[in-house]
């Protein structure tokens, strides 16, 4: 089984975040907004510049949709990226680079025998 810390760690070195990353498992979300999100990325600003990068993932709705936790925030890390390097969109927030970092971090994690599922799916990740 692979270790949790050390595959955040990997995700986090191979994307080339910078900013610290908090990661908040969540039992019980009530939010209107995020409650039947399987998870979601967001950061945490100060003068209009980041300082750290929140992600957020509903473990019930995880384990009702089969989603693997590490996949989960794998792909909550290429968001966290995305955000970083200003190259997130808002509406296309899934767009043609997104797919790309996807691609190469699964090739990276699969190098490092730590394989994950497909961090991309076109008809979930369909925004
Ligand atoms: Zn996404």
Redesign the pocket.
Known sequence: MIDTNIFIFACIQMLGIQKPVEIRLLSNNKNKTTKDFA???ETRNRKGVIYKHVIFTNLAENIESKYNLHDVIA??L??SIMLETGKHKDKR??DKS?QAICTILEKGLKDIGMPVGKL?DPVI?N?
């Open positions: 998870a979601w990325a792909h909550e290429v968001h927030h899934h997104f991309y990740d925004s």
